[in-house]
């Protein structure tokens, strides 16, 4: 899990200069997460499930994250199997962008300019291929690594230049990363929250399936 305390040196040695076109956010960002469809939602949010779900998990992960990685991997297709897909839970990744972090916003641009149905997809390409990207990113390849997993979502150049340069979806991530740790206090990518209550895996151990399952069966017969 990666903490405020090792999130700086995880990629110490590491400046990027990405020259992608991406646009720096103004801490003074207009507000974009307002009210959500639910209490537990926020306006930004793009969920997965049904609306009428009593139970709402909410994710906050960076996509250059080797743990969001393993959780999306191994936990997330779970989730939607078994808890989304029956309707018992609506399901949100909220971006948390770690070291790198222009790379790490980047990509989660990329997660936000792609049509709703292809943004799971998308994600999960850019963890799958969170090694070359970086890898690439370091000998000053980022576009062409960030471009080709865009391209395999159906996006040409021109959009992808597009998407690193809209503002408004800037804002957004700045808004969405403020709203974490001011009002949910997240400090570790990935977080987990059930209907608002943190999940907390044990100490010295990652996130597990039967983490999220008990908190949402708790949740779930709390709204019985």
């Known amino acids: 899990m990666i903490t405020k305390r090792n999130i700086g040196t995880i990629f110490a040695a590491t400046t990027l200069a990405l020259s ?30 049904s ?24 936990i997330v297709p779970k989730i939607m199997q078994n808890l989304v897909e029956p309707g018992k839970v609506r399901y949100v990744f909220r971006e948390f962008p770690t070291p790198p972090v222009d790379l790490a916003s980047a990509g989660h641009l990329l997660g936000r300019c792609v049509d709703p149905s292809k943004r799971e997809a998308m994600i999960n390409a850019l963890m799958a291929q969170q090694q070359d990207i970086y890898v690439s990113a370091q ?8 471009l080709k997993v865009a391209q395999s979502a159906g996006m040409n ?10 503002e408004a979806k800037l ?10 740790e001011e009002h949910d206090k997240v400090d570790a990518t990935p977080t987990v929250f059930v209907n608002g209550v943190r999940v907390t895996p044990p100490v010295g151990r990652e996130y597990e399936y039967a983490d999220v399952e008990k908190a949402v ?5 709390k709204a019985k």
């Open 171 to 180: 804002k957004t991530l700045a808004d969405v990363m403020k709203y974490g």
């Open 157 to 166: 150049e021109t959009q992808f230049d597009n998407c690193m340069k809209d």
């Open 139 to 146: 000998a000053g390849g980022a576009k062409q690594a960030l």
């Open 51 to 74: 609306k009428d779900a009593k139970v709402v998990v909410v994710e906050y992960a960076s996509v250059m994250c080797p743990h969001c990685a393993n959780f999306q991997n191994n």
């Open 217 to 221: 069966n708790a949740a779930l017969a």
């Open 20 to 49: 992608l076109g991406l646009t720096a956010c103004s801490k003074d960002a207009s507000k974009t997460v307002g009210k959500g469809t639910s209490e537990y939602e926020i306006a930004s949010d793009i969920p997965v499930g």
